[in-house]
């Protein structure tokens, strides 16, 4: 057997970022040493709560740390409309039931020092705003030689309805994206189009539900999910093909690309975004395209060995 990959995920849970991590966990080819909340789908305190009931529910003692509340230069704006108030869609949970909290500290911080543990370097999957590491890229500058690479889920390959989208996981936080790409750090991009391609049909998640009590879970979860590209179709689960790709990376297509976070204003809003030049010199990996049958089968075969 493989020897397993070091990996921290900064996440914010997030019915697909609560996919993401049932086949991170499920998946069995990964020593997880950190979870970090990232503000997004809701206010920090809930998405810490959802990573921590999360791992309370796959049965795996993972460390989770408080992320960044807000963007580095600019309010919240939360994704409940696609999340649900509670940001697991339909479904809710007694917070007070929770027998784990938090660990203490500064995200940027404890990421850091988890860094530093591990003998080789560790993959970072980012499925959430990259706030907390901005803030670790700033703060502690000598953390790139720890980091392998950076594979992260947001942006678009192509423009959508004529125009740059923002992506909600750059949109976000851009100034922190900015950050990030700008590092030198290996990256890995998973556009939004993948967990488009990706998603789940009212089949899968009628599957999903008669597999076992954590499929039904999920099911209540994708109830109230509104993924708005693929509408009353079903449930796009793009977090989880960041995952996938780091367990089957040879079921991706894959260009060379050079990546960077541009602005336009609509609204009177200024709006963050990537954009992406495959003919500049690369700075990036840029998964195109991949097989969804396949990933569908490896997901399921995640789920059952849930209880």
């Known amino acids: 057997m493989e020897e397993k990959q070091n990996i921290i995920i900064d996440t914010d849970p997030g019915v697909d970022d609560a996919i993401a991590l049932m086949y991170a966990i499920k998946s069995e080819n990964f020593n997880i040493n950190l979870l970090s909340s990232a503000g997004g789908n809701g206010p920090i305190e809930n998405i810490t709560a959802n990573a921590i009931f999360l791992t309370e529910l796959l049965g795996e003692d993972i460390p989770v740390v408080q992320g960044s509340s807000t963007p580095l230069n600019r309010p919240s704006s939360y994704a409940t409309g696609a999340q649900g108030k509670s940001g697991l869609g339909g479904f809710s949970y007694n917070r007070k039931k929770l027998t784990k909290k938090a660990i203490d500290g500064e995200a940027c911080d404890v990421i850091f020092e988890t860094l530093k543990k591990n003998k ?39 423009k959508i309805y004529g125009k740059p989208y923002k992506s909600f996981n750059v949109g976000y936080d851009p100034e922190a994206a900015d950050v990030v790409l700008k590092s030198g750090i290996k990256l890995v991009m998973i556009p939004m189009e993948l967990g488009h391609i990706a998603y789940l049909d009212k089949e899968d998640i009628k599957q999903f539900k008669k597999t076992n009590k954590t499929g039904k879970i999920y099911a209540k979860m994708f109830k109230k999910y509104k993924d708005f590209h693929v509408g009353d179709l079903g449930a796009a689960v793009h977090d989880v093909v960041a995952v996938y790709y780091l367990v089957h990376p040879e079921y991706f297509k894959e260009e060379q690309g050079f990546i960077e976070i541009k602005y336009y204003t609509e609204n009177n809003e200024n709006y963050g975004y990537i954009d992406i030049d495959f003919d500049k010199k690369p700075n990036a990996t840029v998964c195109v395209d991949f097989n969804a049958f396949i990933f569908k089968e490896h997901l399921f075969d995640a789920l059952e060995k849930c209880e």
């Open 120 to 158: 080789t370097p560790t993959t970072i999957i980012s499925i959430g705003p990259m706030t907390n590491l901005a803030k670790m890229l700033q703060k502690h500058p000598t953390c790139k030689k720890y980091i392998k690479q950076i594979v992260f889920e947001s942006g678009t390959k192509e």
